[in-house]
């Protein structure tokens, strides 16, 4: 199974959305959402949770993610911090809750992370940037 994910803010902090799509053989399904207030941030580490959360049995799974700090978050400096008592060498961890679902996700999954630039052509990167960009203009309409 492939995922990809997107989130984003406009402003950052402000009206975000996140967007996922799965992949599976033959079959694709797309996820979307957003928050009237987050970060980007958040958005891009919730987009990987709901991908992952939707899963109905333990899989293999590849993200892909335009998000430098999901990525390296996640592969780099995540077992650092649980090492340390879920700290970083300079204090508090910023979206520590959802750090923690992300951890715990992927105890269950067998999860491989791919960074890939934004905007660079890929059309299922592209498509969940619209499917943010459709989620954000849509709670900006409904306040």
Same mark, same amino acid.
């Given at each position: ?16 959305? %996140? ?61 650092? %911090? ?62």
């Amino acid at each position: 199974m492939t995922v990809y994910t997107d989130g984003g803010c406009d402003p950052n902090p402000g009206v975000g959305g %996140w967007a996922a799509v799965l992949l599976y053989k033959e079959h694709c399904r797309e996820l979307f959402g957003g928050e009237r207030r987050t970060t980007n941030n958040r958005m891009e580490m919730t987009a990987a949770i709901r991908a992952l959360e939707s899963l109905r049995r333990p899989c293999s799974v590849k993200v892909c993610t335009d998000s430098q700090y999901l990525q390296r978050g996640i592969t780099e400096w995540l077992p650092a %911090w649980k090492r340390r008592g879920w700290r970083r060498k300079e204090g508090a961890i910023k979206n520590l809750d959802l750090w923690k679902r992300l951890d715990e996700l992927t105890q269950v999954h067998h999860v491989t992370w791919r960074w890939l630039p934004g905007h660079s052509g890929d059309p299922l990167n592209e498509r969940c940037d619209a499917l943010v960009g459709e989620v954000i203009a849509g709670l900006r309409r409904d306040a």
